[in-house]
């Protein structure tokens, strides 16, 4: 009963560095979506996929690149880090349907030093 | 665009006191809406939804009735309880099929024993 699994949990990156921030879902959703949660605030949306190959940016995707070769991946790539980008990234997914239910993965807790 | 507003916090109840937390939107056509609870270090999860106008979801002793001629999809409970603290977020999903979900900006709820 996985669900959505993100990984790694936590990270401390150095500015200027990359990393890849990993998502998998075993529910076989179409749609895919990237979050950032800063301190005290809303979710904005990175990027979302709607299908493997298709890829669309959301509200705040500058200094990030999507993925998405498989239905169930989604990885997320931090390239040149800026302390802007410390945050919490969710990962989640939801089936094709009007009113259905998003799933969320536990998070990624990233800072930028 | 669609957008949603949603009273701000923290919220501070003693335990066995009513709940409401106010959530209104702006959105075209019928989209559907939720209710998400995060828990501390945790992702956010489905607490209840409601498809429809009129529609009321319920869960865990929380209820919502989707309100389209006040745009609004407030939160309640009748006697709240340690364990339902938490940030709640109100939601939409839009009904155009782009399946973007726009959130608020949660509400901290605490509550006192």
């Known amino acids: 009963n996985a669900g959505v699994t993100q990984t790694p949990k936590f990270r401390i990156l150095k500015i200027g560095q990359s990393m890849t921030l990993q998502c998998t879902q075993d529910?076989?959703?179409?749609?895919m979506y990237w979050y950032r949660q800063d301190p005290g605030m809303g979710l904005k949306l990175i990027y979302y996929s709607v299908g493997a190959g298709i890829t669309d940016k959301g509200e705040v995707p500058n200094g990030y690149n999507v993925s998405r070769s498989t239905t169930e991946d989604f990885p997320l790539r931090l390239e040149l880090a800026a302390p802007s980008q410390t945050s919490v990234y969710f990962c989640?997914?939801?089936?094709?349907?009007?009113?259905?239910?998003?799933?969320f993965g536990e998070g990624s807790w990233l800072t930028v030093v | 665009g669609d957008s949603v507003t949603q009273m701000e916090g923290p919220v501070t109840l003693s335990e066995e006191a009513f709940l409401t937390i106010n959530c209104t939107y702006t959105?075209?056509?019928?989209?559907?809406l939720f209710w998400y609870v995060q828990y501390p270090g945790e992702g956010l999860q489905l607490l209840l939804k409601?498809?429809?106008?009129?529609d009321k979801g319920s869960n865990k002793g929380f209820e919502a009735t989707y309100r389209k001629e006040t745009t609004s999809f407030h939160l309640e409970k009748g006697s709240v309880q340690v364990s339902d603290s938490a940030v709640y977020f109100c939601a939409l999903s839009d009904a155009s099929g782009t399946y973007k979900y726009i959130f608020g900006t949660g509400t901290r709820l605490k509550v006192l024993a």
């Open positions: 409601a498809t429809k106008a009129d």
């Open positions: 959105a075209t056509g019928y989209p559907s």
């Open positions: 529910m076989n959703h179409n749609y």
């Open positions: 989640a997914s939801t089936d094709t349907g009007y009113g259905n239910t998003i799933y």
